[in-house]
T-cell receptor
């Protein structure tokens, strides 16, 4: 079974440009998450999809970030326009659906996309 | 979300047992305790999860005292490849919620 895949693995763009990150979750996983770690900081939650719906986007830093999950399959995270402080590693994770009372379902992470804004 | 505290770093030697303790004084009744491992240039990887007492899998053991205000991840006979950052996370059961990562513990295994 393929794991969570992210593309690209690295991206270097100039300030003001647009970048789109892609995440392919594990097949059949309803939950998809985006996280990021900026330099020297902890991994922070950005948002959570359940299928194609945004369940929680409380971690999105501002309106320059737009996430989509078309058809409840892969997801994209667009940064437009990119700023220097957006540099960091962006992780995607997915997990299967869970019901009330079950343990937290294991989240599988991708390798991350290292974004550098210059 | 309960805050967790764990040592910033630990050193060990190959073949030793390593115990990493995490405190979570404000853990809620429905919270589970989960540990993740992260190697450089990779995403975090699930190691083990528990609610109370002891949980063991092929990779590690997790010890949780009765008050659940702390937990200890135990790695038996570590090798150089166990050098990584280990995160202790505490969160709600039920629907898959966001994970809250702290600073983690950088474990360095020396030859």
């Amino acid at each position: 079974e393929a794991g969570v895949t992210q593309f690209p693995s690295h991206s270097v763009i100039e300030k003001g440009q647009t970048v789109t990150l892609r995440c392919d979750p594990i097949s059949g996983h309803d939950n998809l998450y985006w996280y990021r770690r900026v330099m020297g900081k902890e991994i922070k939650f950005l948002l959570h999809f359940v299928k194609e719906s945004k369940q929680d986007e409380s971690g999105m830093p501002n309106n320059r970030f737009l996430a989509e999950r078309t058809g409840g399959t892969y997801s994209t995270l667009k940064v437009q326009p990119a700023e220097l402080e957006d540099s960091g590693v962006y992780f995607c994770a997915s997990s299967r659906a869970s019901g009330t009372g079950e343990m937290n379902t294991e989240a599988f992470f991708g390798q991350g996309t290292r974004l550098t804004v210059v | 979300l309960a805050k967790t505290t764990q040592p910033i770093s630990m050193d060990s030697y190959e073949g030793q047992e390593v115990n990493i303790t995490c405190s979570h004084n404000n853990i809620a009744t429905n919270d589970y305790i989960t540990w993740y491992q992260q190697f450089p240039s990779q995403g975090p990887r699930f190691i083990i999860q528990g609610y109370k007492t002891k949980v063991t899998n092929e990779v590690a053991s997790l010890f949780i005292p009765a008050d659940r205000k702390s937990s200890t991840l135990s790695l038996p006979r570590v090798s150089l490849s166990d050098t990584a950052v280990y995160y202790c996370l505490v969160g709600l059961s039920g629907s898959a919620r966001q994970l809250t990562f702290g600073s983690g513990t950088q474990l360095t295994v020396l030859p």
